[in-house]
Nanobody, 126 residues
């Protein structure tokens, strides 16, 4: 049974930074595509960033390009999301997700991800 646990969320002022971590347990996910998604109140869950199994390919939604960086440490079975220059519109619950199966593409569709964490709240004040 794969478990994903997010950490690093919190309250920060606009312009500040946070680093989210997603630690996987149960089995190694070093061959699995992973992603970060977010859901704001009253909105659907949407993509933030994804990363290929080996970390060589990434995707970012336009609204976070140049501000967020996704990375992974397969030795630690952990994925990170460095968030800089945070804006109030970044306020949401952030979820980590992983695809099942090895070497699959890091798609942007939430329904393509099989394992999910419980989320961590990120709040950005103006």
């Amino acid at each position: 049974q794969v478990q994903l646990v997010e950490s690093g969320g919190g309250l920060v002022q606009a312009g500040g930074s946070l680093r989210l971590s997603c630690a996987a347990s149960g089995r190694t996910l070093s061959s699995n595509a992973m992603g970060w998604f977010r859901q704001a109140p009253g909105k659907e869950r949407g993509i933030v960033a994804t990363i290929s199994w080996d970390g060589t390919s990434t995707y970012y939604v336009d609204s976070v390009k140049g501000r967020f960086t996704i990375s992974r440490d397969n030795a630690k079975n952990t994925v990170y999301l460095q968030m800089n220059s945070l804006k109030p519109e970044d306020t949401a619950v952030y979820y980590c997700a992983a695809r099942s199966g090895a070497y699959r593409s890091h798609t942007t569709t939430p329904a393509s991800y099989d394992y999910w964490g419980r989320g961590t709240q990120v709040s950005v004040s103006s």
